[in-house]
């Protein structure tokens, strides 16, 4: 969700995609980072013990964490102006969760009947391995021209059939060269829409 803000992407650009474009660590990786930086807090504050097996066991499996911090106990503002809603889809298939007016997100492909892993596909080969150099360059961009890459790597865009998906409205055929064999996508537009040869080129 954050990534979506941040970047003005399509709400239903997969988390995925944007994770290797943003290069942003997998949510494990930084569970199991954030849950023993937790542990040490705990153990320092005299509140933890350690068991050989199970969760308790997470600052015995890392040789490299001291044995002792110069942690200290802050002082913490739990309130919040925000509410957040993670409802199954049993729960938002009738209706839409939450207060009028919510932000809704989704990421698992359910409002584009599962089709995300075409979507993954298309980020893939326009992004193919993580590259910090690369995703910087991108961060640096107005949240505009941060958008429209986003949406062109990823294919979530508002052209062609994604837009149908979306019950937006759509052009069945591009209408920059206005040839009806070819279907509206950003892989035509970058790539083989005559219309556009010049500013390619």
Same mark, same amino acid.
């Given at each position: !969700? *954050?990534?979506?803000?941040?970047?003005?992407?399509?709400?239903?650009?997969?988390?995925?995609?944007?994770?290797?474009?943003?290069? #942003? =660590?997998?949510?494990?990786? #930084?569970?199991?980072? !954030?849950?023993?930086? *937790?542990?040490?807090?705990?153990?320092? &504050?005299?509140?933890?013990?350690?068991?050989?097996?199970?969760?308790?066991?997470?600052?015995?499996?890392?040789?490299?964490?001291?044995?002792?911090?110069?942690?200290?106990?802050?002082?913490?503002? !739990? *309130?919040? =102006?925000?509410?957040?809603?993670? =409802?199954?889809? +049993?729960?938002?298939?009738?209706?839409?969760? /939450?207060?009028?007016? *919510?932000?809704?997100?989704?990421?698992?492909?359910?409002?584009? +009947?599962?089709?995300?892993? &075409?979507?993954?596909?298309?980020?893939?080969?326009? %992004? =193919?391995?993580?590259?910090?150099?690369?995703?910087?360059?991108?961060?640096?961009?107005?949240?505009?021209?941060?958008?429209?890459?986003?949406?062109? &790597?990823? /294919?979530? %865009?508002?052209?062609?059939?994604?837009?149908?998906?979306?019950?937006?409205?759509?052009?069945?055929?591009?209408?920059?060269?206005?040839? $009806? $064999?070819?279907?509206?996508?950003?892989?035509?537009?970058?790539?083989?829409?005559?219309?556009?040869?010049?500013?390619?080129?």
């Amino acid at each position: !969700m *954050a990534e979506v803000c941040i970047t003005g992407a399509m709400r239903t650009t997969p988390s995925d995609a944007l994770d290797a474009i943003l290069n #942003i =660590p997998p949510i494990r990786q #930084i569970s199991i980072e !954030m849950s023993t930086l *937790a542990a040490i807090r705990l153990r320092d &504050l005299d509140y933890w013990k350690d068991h050989l097996t199970g969760h308790s066991s997470i600052l015995l499996k890392n040789n490299n964490i001291p044995s002792k911090t110069d942690y200290c106990m802050p002082t913490e503002h !739990m *309130a919040t =102006p925000f509410h957040t809603l993670i =409802p199954n889809r +049993d729960e938002w298939t009738s209706a839409t969760p /939450g207060q009028e007016g *919510a932000l809704s997100f989704y990421t698992d492909g359910s409002k584009l +009947d599962n089709q995300n892993s &075409l979507v993954g596909r298309v980020a893939r080969q326009s %992004w =193919p391995h993580i590259d910090k150099a690369r995703s910087n360059a991108l961060c640096n961009l107005s949240r505009r021209d941060c958008s429209l890459v986003i949406r062109s &790597l990823t /294919g979530h %865009w508002l052209i062609g059939i994604h837009a149908q998906r979306l019950n937006s409205p759509y052009n069945d055929f591009c209408r920059s060269c206005r040839d $009806e $064999e070819e279907e509206e996508s950003p892989e035509h537009f970058f790539c083989f829409c005559p219309a556009l040869s010049s500013r390619r080129f």
